[in-house]
Protein backbone atom coordinates (compact mmCIF):
# COMPACT_ATOMS: atom_id res chain seq x y z
CA UNK A 1 0.00 0.00 0.00
CA UNK A 2 1.06 3.84 -1.08
CA UNK A 3 0.41 5.55 2.53
CA UNK A 4 0.36 8.47 0.05
CA UNK A 5 -1.59 7.27 -2.47
CA UNK A 6 -4.95 7.45 0.25
CA UNK A 7 -5.50 11.39 -0.60
CA UNK A 8 -4.37 11.39 -3.92
CA UNK A 9 -6.71 14.41 -4.57
CA UNK A 10 -7.69 17.75 -2.61
CA UNK A 11 -11.38 18.64 -3.48
CA UNK A 12 -14.68 17.67 -1.46
CA UNK A 13 -16.79 15.60 -3.26
CA UNK A 14 -17.42 12.01 -5.37
CA UNK A 15 -16.74 11.76 -9.11
CA UNK A 16 -17.60 8.71 -11.16
CA UNK A 17 -13.83 8.12 -12.70
CA UNK A 18 -14.65 6.04 -15.68
CA UNK A 19 -16.57 3.58 -16.92
CA UNK A 20 -16.46 0.25 -19.07
CA UNK A 21 -19.28 -1.79 -20.42
CA UNK A 22 -20.16 -3.61 -23.55
CA UNK A 23 -22.61 -1.81 -25.56
CA UNK A 24 -25.05 -4.52 -26.72
CA UNK A 25 -24.72 -6.40 -23.42
CA UNK A 26 -25.90 -10.39 -24.44
CA UNK A 27 -28.50 -11.73 -22.51
CA UNK A 28 -27.92 -14.61 -19.75
CA UNK A 29 -28.13 -18.30 -21.49
CA UNK A 30 -25.06 -19.80 -23.72
CA UNK A 31 -21.93 -17.07 -24.19
CA UNK A 32 -21.66 -15.58 -28.03
CA UNK A 33 -18.23 -15.63 -27.86
CA UNK A 34 -15.57 -16.54 -25.36
CA UNK A 35 -13.58 -14.28 -23.69
CA UNK A 36 -10.63 -13.30 -24.94
CA UNK A 37 -7.83 -11.20 -22.98
CA UNK A 38 -6.13 -8.00 -24.82
CA UNK A 39 -2.61 -9.77 -25.64
CA UNK A 40 0.32 -8.23 -23.42
CA UNK A 41 4.14 -8.64 -24.64
CA UNK A 42 5.87 -11.07 -22.18
CA UNK A 43 9.41 -9.85 -20.85
CA UNK A 44 11.47 -10.91 -18.03
CA UNK A 45 9.26 -8.94 -15.56
CA UNK A 46 6.27 -10.68 -16.73
CA UNK A 47 4.25 -12.53 -13.68
CA UNK A 48 4.28 -15.77 -15.51
CA UNK A 49 2.18 -17.68 -12.58
CA UNK A 50 -0.03 -14.77 -11.98
CA UNK A 51 -0.65 -14.75 -15.84
CA UNK A 52 -1.36 -17.87 -16.08
CA UNK A 53 -3.69 -18.01 -13.38
CA UNK A 54 -6.07 -15.38 -14.62
CA UNK A 55 -5.94 -17.48 -18.02
CA UNK A 56 -7.40 -20.63 -16.37
CA UNK A 57 -10.37 -18.35 -14.64
CA UNK A 58 -10.82 -17.25 -17.68
CA UNK A 59 -10.77 -20.74 -19.24
CA UNK A 60 -13.47 -21.78 -16.45
CA UNK A 61 -15.61 -18.92 -16.86
CA UNK A 62 -15.87 -19.53 -21.18
CA UNK A 63 -17.47 -22.90 -20.07
CA UNK A 64 -20.22 -21.72 -18.06
CA UNK A 65 -23.00 -19.64 -19.50
CA UNK A 66 -23.23 -16.03 -19.93
CA UNK A 67 -24.32 -14.44 -17.00
CA UNK A 68 -25.09 -10.15 -17.00
CA UNK A 69 -23.45 -8.93 -14.42
CA UNK A 70 -23.06 -4.98 -13.04
CA UNK A 71 -20.04 -4.26 -10.67
CA UNK A 72 -18.17 -1.59 -9.42
CA UNK A 73 -14.65 -0.69 -8.23
CA UNK A 74 -14.61 2.15 -5.28
CA UNK A 75 -11.33 3.10 -4.53
CA UNK A 76 -9.40 5.74 -2.20
CA UNK A 77 -8.02 8.16 -5.01
CA UNK A 78 -8.08 8.58 -8.82
CA UNK A 79 -4.38 9.49 -8.93
CA UNK A 80 -0.33 8.08 -8.80
CA UNK A 81 -0.88 4.74 -7.51
CA UNK A 82 -4.48 4.39 -8.85
CA UNK A 83 -4.08 5.17 -12.12
CA UNK A 84 -3.04 1.50 -13.48
CA UNK A 85 -5.62 0.05 -10.93
CA UNK A 86 -8.83 2.32 -13.49
CA UNK A 87 -7.00 1.34 -16.56
CA UNK A 88 -6.57 -2.66 -15.61
CA UNK A 89 -10.34 -2.84 -13.75
CA UNK A 90 -11.56 -1.04 -17.23
CA UNK A 91 -9.78 -3.34 -19.77
CA UNK A 92 -10.91 -6.66 -17.47
CA UNK A 93 -14.45 -5.46 -17.63
CA UNK A 94 -14.53 -4.46 -20.97
CA UNK A 95 -13.17 -7.88 -21.37
CA UNK A 96 -15.98 -9.28 -19.80
CA UNK A 97 -18.73 -7.97 -20.99
CA UNK A 98 -20.23 -6.63 -18.21
CA UNK A 99 -21.68 -3.13 -17.57
CA UNK A 100 -18.85 -2.12 -15.08
CA UNK A 101 -17.93 1.53 -13.21
CA UNK A 102 -14.51 2.73 -11.23
CA UNK A 103 -15.42 5.22 -8.69
CA UNK A 104 -12.89 7.28 -6.80
CA UNK A 105 -13.57 9.65 -3.59
CA UNK A 106 -12.19 13.37 -3.96
CA UNK A 107 -11.56 13.90 -0.27
CA UNK A 108 -9.49 16.75 1.99
CA UNK A 109 -5.92 15.72 2.51
CA UNK A 110 -5.89 15.39 6.08
CA UNK A 111 -9.17 14.57 7.42
CA UNK A 112 -9.99 10.87 7.91
CA UNK A 113 -13.03 11.20 8.93
CA UNK A 114 -14.69 12.57 5.70
CA UNK A 115 -12.69 10.33 3.64
CA UNK A 116 -14.15 7.46 5.36
CA UNK A 117 -17.81 8.97 5.37
CA UNK A 118 -17.30 9.67 1.56
CA UNK A 119 -16.11 6.33 0.77
CA UNK A 120 -19.28 4.86 2.63
CA UNK A 121 -21.38 6.92 1.01
CA UNK A 122 -20.33 5.81 -2.23
CA UNK A 123 -20.16 1.84 -1.01
CA UNK A 124 -23.74 2.71 -0.47
CA UNK A 125 -24.42 4.58 -3.40
CA UNK A 126 -23.34 1.96 -6.06
CA UNK A 127 -25.06 -0.70 -3.78
CA UNK A 128 -28.80 1.32 -4.51
CA UNK A 129 -27.71 1.75 -7.67
CA UNK A 130 -27.75 -1.91 -8.52
CA UNK A 131 -24.29 -3.50 -8.10
CA UNK A 132 -24.16 -7.05 -7.80
CA UNK A 133 -20.28 -7.16 -7.19
CA UNK A 134 -18.02 -4.69 -5.62
CA UNK A 135 -14.64 -4.20 -5.61
CA UNK A 136 -13.27 -2.31 -2.67
CA UNK A 137 -9.77 -0.28 -1.56
CA UNK A 138 -11.27 0.17 1.88
CA UNK A 139 -9.13 3.46 4.56
CA UNK A 140 -9.29 0.30 7.34
CA UNK A 141 -11.72 -1.81 9.40
CA UNK A 142 -13.92 1.20 9.61
CA UNK A 143 -15.50 0.12 6.38
CA UNK A 144 -16.33 -3.54 7.68
CA UNK A 145 -20.03 -2.61 8.60
CA UNK A 146 -20.86 -0.62 5.02
CA UNK A 147 -19.30 -3.83 3.06
CA UNK A 148 -21.45 -6.67 5.51
CA UNK A 149 -24.72 -4.19 4.67
CA UNK A 150 -23.63 -4.77 0.89
CA UNK A 151 -23.26 -8.52 1.33
CA UNK A 152 -26.19 -9.01 3.34
CA UNK A 153 -28.17 -7.25 0.35
CA UNK A 154 -26.70 -10.16 -1.89
CA UNK A 155 -23.55 -7.96 -3.22
CA UNK A 156 -19.99 -9.98 -4.03
CA UNK A 157 -17.38 -8.08 -2.41
CA UNK A 158 -13.72 -8.15 -2.64
CA UNK A 159 -11.30 -6.09 -1.77
CA UNK A 160 -7.66 -4.77 -2.91
CA UNK A 161 -4.86 -3.15 -1.69
CA UNK A 162 -5.65 -3.10 1.52
CA UNK A 163 -8.28 -5.27 3.65
CA UNK A 164 -11.33 -5.13 5.98
CA UNK A 165 -10.19 -8.68 7.12
CA UNK A 166 -13.03 -8.22 10.31
CA UNK A 167 -15.88 -8.12 7.00
CA UNK A 168 -17.90 -11.19 5.25
CA UNK A 169 -15.97 -9.81 2.18
CA UNK A 170 -15.01 -12.86 -0.18
CA UNK A 171 -11.49 -12.81 -0.90
CA UNK A 172 -8.63 -9.97 -0.76
CA UNK A 173 -6.56 -8.90 -3.35
CA UNK A 174 -2.91 -7.13 -2.71
CA UNK A 175 0.48 -7.03 -1.94
CA UNK A 176 0.57 -8.77 0.95
CA UNK A 177 2.37 -6.93 3.48
CA UNK A 178 4.34 -9.61 5.87
CA UNK A 179 5.62 -11.54 2.65
CA UNK A 180 6.01 -7.86 1.06
CA UNK A 181 8.45 -7.32 4.21
CA UNK A 182 10.26 -10.55 3.76
CA UNK A 183 11.16 -10.14 -0.06
CA UNK A 184 12.40 -6.91 0.40
CA UNK A 185 14.18 -7.83 3.22
CA UNK A 186 16.03 -10.79 1.54
CA UNK A 187 16.47 -8.45 -1.48
CA UNK A 188 19.11 -6.50 1.04
CA UNK A 189 20.68 -9.40 2.97
CA UNK A 190 22.20 -10.89 0.01
CA UNK A 191 24.33 -7.76 -0.37
CA UNK A 192 25.25 -7.43 3.00
CA UNK A 193 28.25 -8.44 4.59
CA UNK A 194 28.25 -11.27 6.87
CA UNK A 195 27.16 -10.40 10.74
CA UNK A 196 27.94 -8.41 12.89
CA UNK A 197 26.69 -5.35 11.40
CA UNK A 198 23.60 -3.24 11.84
CA UNK A 199 20.50 -2.50 9.54
CA UNK A 200 18.35 0.91 9.00
CA UNK A 201 14.84 0.10 8.51
CA UNK A 202 13.14 3.36 7.26
CA UNK A 203 9.63 1.28 7.88
CA UNK A 204 6.68 1.96 10.90
CA UNK A 205 6.39 1.04 14.42
CA UNK A 206 2.91 2.68 14.82
CA UNK A 207 0.19 0.11 15.85
CA UNK A 208 -2.32 2.62 14.32
CA UNK A 209 -1.20 1.50 11.01
CA UNK A 210 -1.20 -2.24 11.10
CA UNK A 211 -0.44 -2.97 7.38
CA UNK A 212 3.32 -1.15 8.06
CA UNK A 213 3.86 -2.24 10.95
CA UNK A 214 3.36 -6.08 9.31
CA UNK A 215 5.88 -5.38 6.33
CA UNK A 216 7.95 -3.79 8.68
CA UNK A 217 8.11 -6.71 11.18
CA UNK A 218 8.62 -9.34 8.26
CA UNK A 219 11.68 -7.49 7.02
CA UNK A 220 12.82 -7.03 10.37
CA UNK A 221 12.56 -11.07 11.23
CA UNK A 222 14.89 -11.54 7.99
CA UNK A 223 17.75 -9.88 9.57
CA UNK A 224 17.57 -10.99 12.78
CA UNK A 225 17.78 -14.58 12.05
CA UNK A 226 20.62 -13.57 9.94
CA UNK A 227 22.26 -12.03 13.14
CA UNK A 228 22.26 -8.58 12.53
CA UNK A 229 21.39 -5.64 15.19
CA UNK A 230 17.93 -4.06 13.44
CA UNK A 231 17.39 0.23 14.06
CA UNK A 232 13.59 1.01 12.75
CA UNK A 233 13.34 4.42 12.17
CA UNK A 234 10.01 5.64 11.89
CA UNK A 235 8.37 6.94 8.48
CA UNK A 236 7.19 10.16 8.85
CA UNK A 237 4.38 12.17 6.08
CA UNK A 238 3.90 15.30 8.20
CA UNK A 239 5.43 18.54 6.80
CA UNK A 240 8.24 18.40 7.87
CA UNK A 241 8.95 14.50 7.99
CA UNK A 242 11.57 14.66 5.50
CA UNK A 243 13.99 16.47 7.51
CA UNK A 244 12.95 14.34 10.16
CA UNK A 245 13.74 11.25 8.64
CA UNK A 246 16.64 12.32 7.21
CA UNK A 247 18.62 13.78 10.12
CA UNK A 248 17.22 10.57 12.17
CA UNK A 249 18.82 8.19 10.00
CA UNK A 250 21.65 10.53 9.36
CA UNK A 251 22.77 10.55 13.12
CA UNK A 252 21.93 6.43 13.41
CA UNK A 253 24.57 6.10 10.58
CA UNK A 254 27.29 8.16 12.77
CA UNK A 255 26.31 6.71 16.16
CA UNK A 256 25.26 3.04 15.48
CA UNK A 257 27.31 0.43 16.64
CA UNK A 258 28.01 -2.00 15.49
CA UNK A 259 28.14 -0.04 12.31
CA UNK A 260 25.09 0.63 9.72
CA UNK A 261 26.10 -2.35 7.00
CA UNK A 262 22.90 -1.97 4.94
CA UNK A 263 19.85 0.42 4.76
CA UNK A 264 16.07 -0.61 3.88
CA UNK A 265 13.02 1.49 3.05
CA UNK A 266 9.78 0.44 2.92
CA UNK A 267 7.43 2.66 1.69
CA UNK A 268 7.02 5.57 -1.77
CA UNK A 269 9.45 7.50 0.46
CA UNK A 270 12.56 5.71 0.42
CA UNK A 271 14.98 8.02 -1.11
CA UNK A 272 15.22 9.66 1.94
CA UNK A 273 17.78 6.70 3.15
CA UNK A 274 19.88 7.38 -0.07
CA UNK A 275 20.10 11.24 1.27
CA UNK A 276 21.11 10.44 4.57
CA UNK A 277 23.45 8.12 3.56
CA UNK A 278 24.82 11.20 1.95
CA UNK A 279 24.81 13.02 4.76
CA UNK A 280 26.76 11.09 6.98
CA UNK A 281 29.36 10.31 4.24
CA UNK A 282 28.58 6.67 3.99
CA UNK A 283 27.55 6.23 0.23
CA UNK A 284 29.30 2.53 -0.15
CA UNK A 285 26.18 1.06 2.36
CA UNK A 286 24.23 -0.82 0.19
CA UNK A 287 20.30 0.73 -0.22
CA UNK A 288 16.93 -1.11 -1.06
CA UNK A 289 14.31 0.50 -1.47
CA UNK A 290 10.42 0.32 -2.04
CA UNK A 291 7.94 1.91 -4.95
CA UNK A 292 9.09 4.28 -8.30
CA UNK A 293 9.02 7.14 -6.58
CA UNK A 294 10.71 9.55 -9.24
CA UNK A 295 13.29 10.41 -6.54
CA UNK A 296 13.81 6.83 -5.76
CA UNK A 297 14.49 6.45 -9.79
CA UNK A 298 17.20 9.22 -9.49
CA UNK A 299 19.17 7.50 -6.70
CA UNK A 300 18.99 4.06 -8.56
CA UNK A 301 20.42 5.94 -11.99
CA UNK A 302 23.49 7.27 -9.64
CA UNK A 303 24.04 3.81 -7.97
CA UNK A 304 23.04 4.95 -4.52
CA UNK A 305 19.89 3.01 -4.59
CA UNK A 306 20.38 -0.81 -5.75
CA UNK A 307 17.14 -2.14 -6.10
CA UNK A 308 13.50 -1.22 -5.11
CA UNK A 309 10.23 -3.43 -5.27
CA UNK A 310 7.30 -2.32 -6.63
CA UNK A 311 3.67 -3.77 -6.04
CA UNK A 312 1.55 -4.87 -8.87
CA UNK A 313 -1.50 -2.36 -8.50
CA UNK A 314 -2.47 -2.72 -12.02
CA UNK A 315 -3.07 -6.95 -11.80
CA UNK A 316 -5.07 -5.91 -8.56
CA UNK A 317 -7.19 -3.69 -10.82
CA UNK A 318 -7.31 -6.50 -13.71
CA UNK A 319 -7.96 -9.40 -11.44
CA UNK A 320 -10.76 -7.96 -9.05
CA UNK A 321 -13.58 -7.87 -11.81
CA UNK A 322 -12.74 -11.06 -13.42
CA UNK A 323 -12.62 -12.62 -9.35
CA UNK A 324 -16.28 -10.92 -8.87
CA UNK A 325 -17.37 -12.39 -12.40
CA UNK A 326 -16.33 -16.13 -11.24
CA UNK A 327 -18.30 -15.44 -7.85
CA UNK A 328 -21.22 -15.33 -9.89
CA UNK A 329 -20.76 -17.42 -12.90
CA UNK A 330 -18.64 -20.73 -11.28
CA UNK A 331 -19.17 -20.20 -7.54
CA UNK A 332 -16.61 -19.02 -4.87
CA UNK A 333 -15.82 -21.83 -4.02
CA UNK A 334 -14.21 -22.98 -7.77
CA UNK A 335 -13.07 -18.95 -8.04
CA UNK A 336 -10.87 -20.05 -4.66
CA UNK A 337 -9.55 -23.16 -6.24
CA UNK A 338 -8.53 -21.54 -9.80
CA UNK A 339 -6.43 -18.87 -7.48
CA UNK A 340 -5.03 -21.45 -5.18
CA UNK A 341 -1.34 -20.90 -6.53
CA UNK A 342 -1.60 -17.27 -5.58
CA UNK A 343 -3.68 -17.65 -2.24
CA UNK A 344 -1.61 -17.57 1.30
CA UNK A 345 -4.44 -18.80 3.32
CA UNK A 346 -8.29 -19.67 2.92
CA UNK A 347 -9.30 -15.58 1.58
CA UNK A 348 -6.36 -14.00 0.32
CA UNK A 349 -4.36 -13.35 -2.75
CA UNK A 350 -1.06 -12.00 -2.50
CA UNK A 351 -0.12 -10.40 -6.19
CA UNK A 352 3.36 -10.25 -5.28
CA UNK A 353 5.98 -7.98 -5.89
CA UNK A 354 8.55 -6.91 -8.70
CA UNK A 355 12.08 -6.67 -8.06
CA UNK A 356 13.86 -3.97 -9.70
CA UNK A 357 17.54 -3.25 -9.86
CA UNK A 358 19.57 -0.66 -10.76
CA UNK A 359 20.50 -1.52 -13.87
CA UNK A 360 17.00 -2.95 -14.95
CA UNK A 361 15.03 1.01 -14.48
CA UNK A 362 14.45 0.95 -18.44
CA UNK A 363 13.35 -2.43 -18.88
CA UNK A 364 10.89 -2.39 -16.29
CA UNK A 365 9.51 1.34 -17.84
CA UNK A 366 9.28 -1.12 -21.08
CA UNK A 367 7.71 -3.20 -19.39
CA UNK A 368 4.59 -0.86 -17.20
CA UNK A 369 4.51 0.93 -20.85
CA UNK A 370 3.61 -2.41 -22.55
CA UNK A 371 0.88 -3.23 -20.25
CA UNK A 372 -0.32 0.67 -19.60
CA UNK A 373 0.65 1.02 -16.23
CA UNK A 374 2.94 3.66 -16.46
CA UNK A 375 3.97 5.17 -13.15
Not at 60 to 76: D, G, H, R, Y
Not at 99 to 121: M, R
Not at 342 to 348: A, I, L, P
Request: with cysteine; proline share 5%; net charge negative.
Amino acid sequence: MTRSGWWGMMALGLTVLTAACGSETPDAGERPTPIRRIPIVENEFTPVELEATVDTLIAEINKSSFEPMQMALVLKSAAGFWTSVITAANRAMGELEVTGTVIGPLVPQDDVEVAKQLLNEQIEQTVADGAEGLGIAPLNDDQAAVVDEAIAKGVHVVTLDTDVATSKRAIHVGTLDRYAGVTAGDTLLAMLPPAPGTVIIHGNADEAWSSGIDRTQGAQEVFEAAGYEVLVRQSSWNPDGEAEDVEGMTAELETADPPVVGMLGLFNISYRCAMAAEAAGKTDIPIVAFDFDPKTVDYMRKGRIKATHIQRQYYQGYLVPYILYGIKSIGLDATKEILAPQMVDDSRVNTGLDVVPGDKIDAYNDFLYSIDANQ
